[in-house]
């Protein structure tokens, strides 16, 4: 209905014609997983407090590794791009972000790799989340229709979140809020990581 709607619109606020670049296709495919995962990062306080035993209050702090690692490797990241390219960068971001998520899964009940796999999921996040997608929609938006482009990221993650913590919950909710259906949530985020990487083979090298 909405992209009836916005198909008809004089001033739309989703510009449909954007689909029409297979490179935009992916990168907003890759945006929705990208929603998916930063998602998963909400999850990471509860999951400390069934595997690690920790208080609420200790437990969100377990969250402060991967915090630091996506604010050190954000303007590195930048750097990267100029010198290697988004389909690069975008492909070895989420495959760090993948193992960081597999990792997590399997080996949240130790403490030291627990706050490993979040500094692996926070680089990982780090070269997917900002600079690379909104480069894309630069090199593939209209001059007129840029700032529209980058809305486009920003509405394909915000869906990508909504859903995400849905699809997270339901799954951890479906093992009566264990340890196995935290694992198993982790798990599917990260097959999702791994259908993003499959994703930026399409990329075009810039």
Known sequence: ??????????DPVIQIDLYRSFEVKLATSIAVGTGFCQTAIVFMPSL??????????LASL?????????????????RLLDKFGTKIVMMVGIFILAVGL????????????FIASG??????LGAVLGS??????????PPD?????QALINFNASAGQLVGGALIGAVIGSQGGKLAGYQSAYIVIGFLAVIMLLLTLGLKNR
Do not use: N, Q
């Open 48 to 57: 400390a407090v069934v595997a690690l035993s920790l208080t609420t209050s």
């Open 62 to 78: 377990m969250v402060i590794p991967l915090v630091l690692a996506l604010g050190v490797s954000a303007p590195i990241i930048g």
């Open 102 to 113: 597999f990792l997590l899964s399997f080996s949240a009940s130790s403490f030291y790799l």
């Open 1 to 10: 209905v909405l992209l009836k709607v916005e198909r008809k619109a004089v």
């Open 145 to 149: 229709k840029r700032g529209a482009g």
């Open 132 to 141: 690379p997608l909104r480069y894309i929609m630069l090199g593939e938006s």
């Open 119 to 124: 500094v692996v999921i926070g680089l990982g």
